[in-house]
């Protein structure tokens, strides 16, 4: 299923963008031969090299393609970049906006089976509504300095999400 919505912000919700039932299978894998030293609360896992199968996958979408789908910041040299966000249990990330370089981001929920989603908030951080957890769900928007602010949590157990981001290289 995939829908637009507009309130607070124009953003779109994606069901199976990816196969995430494989990333998670390679990314336990990853965890297994090198334990991941979780010094903060959130952790990014960025060396896709490592992971070739979510390397494969997150590629395989041309995200490119969303750029046509949103009003955004102009961008001379978009390219895109992925990370796997891990996020310790019952931690809350600040409300925050999207830095100047990031023109679109992807957040695609991976693991647990339930959890919290993205926390969305109005231009003057008032809560609006919350984009559901749903393994395999994709959230993307435009980020717009001081007026797309969000922020997630994580229940009782680890959250796992992969973010992609298109960004003008060029800033």
Same mark, same amino acid.
């Not at 979408?61 to 046509?68: A, G, M, T």
């Not at 040299?77 to 370089?101: A, F, G, K, M, Q």
């Given at each position: 299923?995939?829908?637009?919505?507009?309130?607070?912000?124009?953003?779109?919700? #994606?069901?199976?963008?990816?196969?995430?039932?494989? /990333?998670?299978? $390679?990314?336990?894998?990853? &965890?297994?031969?090198?334990?991941? @030293?979780?010094?903060?609360?959130?952790?990014?896992?960025?060396?896709?090299?490592?992971?070739?199968?979510?390397?494969?996958?997150?590629?395989?979408?041309?995200?490119?393609?969303?750029?046509?789908?949103?009003?955004?910041?102009?961008?001379?040299?978009?390219?895109?970049?992925?990370?796997?966000? #891990?996020?310790?249990?019952?931690?809350?990330?600040? /409300?925050?906006? $999207?830095?100047?370089?990031? &023109?679109?981001?992807?957040?695609? @929920?991976?693991?647990?089976?339930?959890?919290?989603?993205?926390?969305?908030?109005?231009?003057?951080?008032?809560?609006?509504?919350?984009?559901?957890?749903?393994?395999?769900?994709?959230?993307?928007?435009?980020?717009?300095?001081?007026?797309?602010?969000?922020?997630?949590?994580?229940?009782d157990h680890v959250r796992i999400t992969m973010n992609s981001f298109i960004v003008d290289k060029n800033v």
């Amino acid at each position: 299923m995939d829908y637009e919505c507009h309130k607070p912000w124009p953003h779109l919700v #994606i069901d199976n963008l990816y196969d995430t039932d494989k /990333i998670k299978e $390679e990314l336990i894998e990853y &965890i297994k031969v090198r334990p991941i @030293y979780l010094s903060q609360n959130t952790t990014n896992i960025t060396n896709f090299n490592r992971l070739p199968l979510t390397k494969e996958l997150s590629t395989s979408v041309n995200l490119l393609e969303y750029l046509d789908k949103f009003e955004h910041r102009p961008v001379k040299n978009p390219v895109v970049e992925t990370d796997i966000s #891990i996020n310790l249990p019952n931690h809350e990330y600040r /409300i925050h906006d $999207e830095i100047e370089r990031k &023109i679109l981001s992807f957040v695609t @929920y991976i693991h647990p089976a339930k959890s919290y989603g993205t926390i969305l908030y109005d231009k003057d951080k008032k809560y609006v509504k919350e984009v559901s957890w749903k393994p395999s769900r994709t959230m993307v928007f435009a980020g717009k300095t001081g007026h797309t602010w969000h922020n997630f949590k994580s229940g009782d157990h680890v959250r796992i999400t992969m973010n992609s981001f298109i960004v003008d290289k060029n800033v």
